[in-house]
């Protein structure tokens, strides 16, 4: 059972989370594209992608519930100080104490959120990337600094545009190719990108890297 601090009303402010993994590595995808950063990658997902490249986050309980502190004194042994909170969907949980002790310790925090389920924490970069399979709630619109939208088929650039009109006008708009359609789909998205020069592209760079 993970703990919390406050548990009256809705707000359960969790100081353990159950962690599928975490490790320091470099950003691949978005704006902080090259950036050293630290990934902490929440269990638990109830949005199901069919193409999920993540699946054996769904299950929460399949993982490790781990004190704050432990993650955070692991982070903080590493040199660098932008953490990245992804999943999973790692919104599924109350991470305002995590992102409290991360800036305590120095970080910038950003996280990766299909934005299914409410924001919470102390958050410097939200990267909003909707997904068909949960609808976002649309508190997410006007917050979110980053919208990537993963093209798996070409309905996904109408898809794309459906939320581009959602955003702040400052939102930075990316389009991501599928993995495992990236070479198909990639000549899609440069016409698309010369045609609509707001949008961007973002690529998978960690896996060309070879890194995690
Ligand atoms: S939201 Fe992310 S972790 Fe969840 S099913 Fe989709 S791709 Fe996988």
Redesign the pocket.
């Known amino acids: 059972m993970v703990k919390s601090v406050i548990e009256q009303g809705k707000a359960v402010t969790k100081t353990a989370l159950p962690l599928m993994e975490d490790f320091y590595t470099v950003q691949g995808e978005g704006v902080y594209t090259g950036h050293a950063a630290y990934f902490i990658r929440l269990a638990g997902?109830d949005?199901?992608?069919v193409w999920?490249?993540?699946?054996e986050?769904?299950d929460e309980e399949a993982h490790p519930t781990v004190k704050v502190e432990d993650i955070v004194s692991k982070a903080a042994a590493m040199p660098g100080r932008l953490a990245v909170i992804t999943?999973?969907?790692p919104l599924m949980h109350d991470i305002s104490y995590l992102t409290q002790k991360l800036k305590e310790a120095g970080f910038q925090v950003n996280i990766e959120t299909?934005g299914a389920h409410p924001l919470s924490g102390d958050l410097d970069w939200i990267t909003f990337s909707p997904?068909k399979?949960k609808q976002p709630l649309p508190e997410i619109y006007e917050k979110a600094h980053e919208l990537k939208v993963v093209v798996f088929n070409k309905s996904d650039f109408a898809f794309a545009e459906e939320f581009a009109e959602k955003m702040a006008p400052d939102c930075k708009l990316y389009l991501q190719p599928e993995w495992s359609k990236h070479e198909k789909m990639m000549p899609l998205i440069v016409d698309y990108v010369k045609e609509n020069p707001k949008w961007h592209i973002s690529l998978q760079t960690h896996k060309f890297m070879q890194i995690p």
């Open positions: 997902c949005v199901g992608c999920c490249d993540v699946k986050s769904w999943g999973g969907e299909s997904k399979f």
